[in-house]
């Protein structure tokens, strides 16, 4: 299937060394391998393949080049840089990363002006419904049950993504972590991976992950970094410009596999996260905006699950419910102080979608995000 961002990927390899990074197994290699029929490929993993790249040999004559986990190799942004000055475009240049190529320290020479940057994100309910014979029923259902990973999603089949959700978080923490990070207290990482399931959609202390894991908070911080940094976890932050009371400090995660929450709930706010985030990052990838995900919290208790800025500018206020209908009694506080901001509520199981003098508007949540505009 062709992706979401394929047409805008394919258009600035024209120009620039691109790095798409995103989840391992969300289709980053499948997407680079089927942007042109001809091209020269390169894992980074497979030991033939590092050799040729320490002599530079690929094939010039190939309108592709895609370097697949380069960012496992030391400097790797200073040998890029190196290639794009001296030899510059044709061939195009395709880098692609299991870690955030933004995050990941140790790299070098900046490869400022000459890339741009594109996350590719696991399936949700609009790519799927624009680019598959799903309705939009059949494609949430598909999606609760098996995430947005394109492997289990397209299989279709529960056992067969019980068992590819089990290696596949066993080779990033197993693998990925001693490979990049030289980590090696894992069963601890597996354990504060377990901690974060049970918490999503609650605030994060680090002093409590840290008693629990019976470490020490500076640690805690690092191994979450590192959690985000490889694409297993997201965090969300407290907004708090003109929000009076407001917590400062204590963010919440979800994770990029919504389907590894097991409470309803929490998944259902999880898997809205996951659409916002990626709707997020596409707008900032292909129009240069600048975008954040947040939630709303007072220091008395009134919440709202998520607020969307777009340049620096609020967007929306949004809370998920399971089944209740009836807005948000925090809806009313927060608007005050966010009189531009739409307010949202979507709902999974709605009779009957409605708004209401205050604004606030009670959707579909299916529906809405299949055809999410932010």
Known sequence: ???????????????????????RQCGKTTL??????????????????????????????????????IHKQQQWKR??????????IPPQILATGSARMDMYRKVGDSLAGRYFQYRLHPLDLKEITQRLDLSIDEAFERLWQLSGFPEPFLQ??????????????????????IDLYSVRDIKAIETLVLLLKERVGS??????????????????????????????????????????RSLLKEPKFYFYDHSYVEAGGAR????????????????????????????????????????????????????????????????NHFHKQLEDCKQLQLVKTLSREATYPSGVEVRSLANWLANIQL
Not at 301 to 314: A, N, S, W
């Open 1 to 23: 299937m062709k992706r979401y961002i394929e047409t805008q990927l394919k258009n600035d390899l024209a120009n620039k060394i691109v790095l798409l990074s995103g989840p």
């Open 32 to 69: 680079a391998k089927q942007l042109y029929s001809e091209y020269d490929y390169f894992n980074y993993d497979a030991g033939e393949d590092r050799l040729a790249l320490q002599k530079k040999a690929w094939d010039r004559a190939k309108p592709l080049i895609i370097f697949d986990e």
């Open 79 to 88: 040998w890029l840089k190196g290639i794009y000055d001296t030899e510059g």
């Open 156 to 177: 279709n089949d529960m056992n067969y993504y019980k068992r590819w959700r089990r290696s596949h978080l066993d080779i990033i923490l197993r693998q990925d972590f």
């Open 203 to 244: 605030c994060v202390s680090y002093a409590n992950l840290a008693r629990d894991l019976e470490r020490d908070a500076k640690t805690i911080k690092r191994w979450l970094e590192l959690l985000e940094s490889l694409y297993i976890i997201f965090r969300v932050t407290p907004y708090h410009n003109k929000i009076a």
């Open 268 to 331: 259902l706010e999880n898997l809205v996260a996951c659409t916002l985030l990626k709707e997020l990052d596409y707008l900032e990838d292909t129009t240069g905006s600048h975008t954040a995900l947040h939630y709303l919290r007072t220091k008395d208790g009134k919440e709202l699950d998520f607020l969307t800025r777009v340049d620096k500018e609020p967007r929306y206020i949004i809370e998920v419910k399971s089944t209740d209908a009836t807005p948000a009694k925090s809806f």
